[in-house]
Nanobody, 123 residues
Framework: QVQLVESGGGSVQAGGSLSVSCAAS????????MAWFRQAPGKERDFVAA????????YYADSVKGRFTISRDNAKNTVYLQMNSLKLEDTAVYYC????????????????WGQGTQVTVSS
């Protein structure tokens, strides 16, 4: 069992940067592929980025490629999402997720979810 707690959301102007973190409980964090998803009001939850167990491989949605960076620190049981050049359309609740499969954009591949953290980008 893994419990995930996101932090670091907030408000930022378009073009700015923000970082969110996700702390995991348990001693098996390094066994999980980790990912970030987001959900804007009235929309479905969308894949943002994923990172392999070791952190050596990453996978991004086209909409954030080149602007967002996912990373992890297995010693700290934490996964991060650094968001640069933020756009209005990045406004959403951001969720971290843990799964035992490889990196995948499908949310059904992930077994554990955090409660989400709000990111708001304004003009």
């Amino acid at each position: 069992q893994v419990q995930l707690v996101e932090s670091g959301g907030g408000s930022v102007q378009a073009g700015g940067s923000l970082s969110v973190s996700c702390a995991a409980s348990g001693r098996t964090f390094s066994s999980y592929t980790m990912a970030w998803f987001r959900q804007a009001p009235g929309k479905e939850r969308d894949f943002v980025a994923a990172i392999s167990r070791s952190g050596g491989n990453t996978y991004y949605a086209d909409s954030v490629k080149g602007r967002f960076t996912i990373s992890r620190d297995n010693a700290k049981n934490t996964v991060y999402l650094q968001m640069n050049s933020l756009k209005l359309e990045d406004t959403a609740v951001y969720y971290c997720a843990a799964g035992l499969y490889g990196m995948d954009s499908g949310d059904w591949r992930y077994n554990y979810w955090g409660q989400g953290t709000q990111v708001t980008v304004s003009s």
